[in-house]
């Protein structure tokens, strides 16, 4: 079976700063992975997804994720953060055996201006 | 166009009392699942339907029972409702009933039991 770790619980920058938002996965062959972004009151957005191919894969708003099988992570990253970027981060991962992905336990990103 | 709605937005309701939160999907998504939303923002599968059919039914209470009139509409009913209830729900749909799709979330449903 997968699983996904998130480690940091919350995270805050500097508006304008870099981002790096950390995931970890564990399942033997190469999982499906997602990014998901909860705005404040809101449900999930899909940022980006990597299945296969260029192990960087570029998404909405600006995101960008690095799939690293020697790491067995799927960290994401923003070059320059805006205040609307404050939100709750999911890392899911999911494999061929299962019906849904599952999700980490959330990134919350807190943004100063 | 709302692609998966949900209702109501929020819930306030008493212990002990039934209460249902309705799910519709304008996608044509075969497959719709529900979440419940901690307080810690820790999401937990709870059940997924592939047109109509169950296929996921984790360990939740058989208090809550998940109703699919057709694969566009997902309807969530509790009864006996207790204080640890209290959550915000999601409904979300995919194209199919697989791990590497997409899954479209609804705004949630925040219930608050008293």
């Known amino acids: 079976a997968q699983s996904v770790t998130q480690p940091d619980i919350h995270i805050t920058v500097s508006e304008g700063a870099s981002l790096e938002l950390r995931c970890n996965y564990s399942?033997?062959?190469?999982?499906?992975l997602f990014w998901y972004v909860q705005s404040p009151g809101q449900g999930l957005q899909l940022l980006l997804k990597y299945f296969s191919g260029d192990t960087l894969v570029q998404g909405i708003k600006g995101f960008e994720a690095e799939f690293k099988r020697s790491q067995s992570s799927f960290n994401l990253r923003k070059p320059s953060v805006h205040w609307s970027d404050a939100a709750e981060y999911f890392c899911?991962?999911?494999?061929?055996?299962?019906?849904?992905?599952?999700f980490g336990r959330g990134t919350s990103l807190i943004v100063h201006p | 166009d709302t692609a998966v709605s949900q209702t109501p937005k929020y819930l306030v309701t008493q212990m002990g009392n039934d209460k249902s939160i309705k799910c519709e999907q304008n996608l044509g998504h075969d497959t719709m699942y529900w979440y419940k939303q901690d307080s810690k923002k820790f999401l937990k599968i709870m059940f997924s339907?592939?047109?109509?059919?169950?296929?996921i039914n984790e360990t939740v209470p058989n208090r809550f029972s998940p109703k699919s009139p057709d694969k566009a509409h997902l309807n969530l009913h509790i009864n006996s409702l207790e204080l640890g209830d209290s959550a915000v729900y999601f409904c979300?749909?995919?194209?199919?009933?697989?791990?590497?799709?997409?899954?479209?979330f609804g705004p949630g449903t925040r219930l608050t039991v008293l």
């Open positions: 399942y033997g062959a190469t999982p499906y």
């Open positions: 979300a749909s995919s194209q199919e009933g697989r791990a590497d799709n997409e899954q479209f």
């Open positions: 899911a991962v999911g494999s061929g055996g299962s019906y849904i992905p599952t």
């Open positions: 339907y592939n047109n109509k059919e169950l296929i």
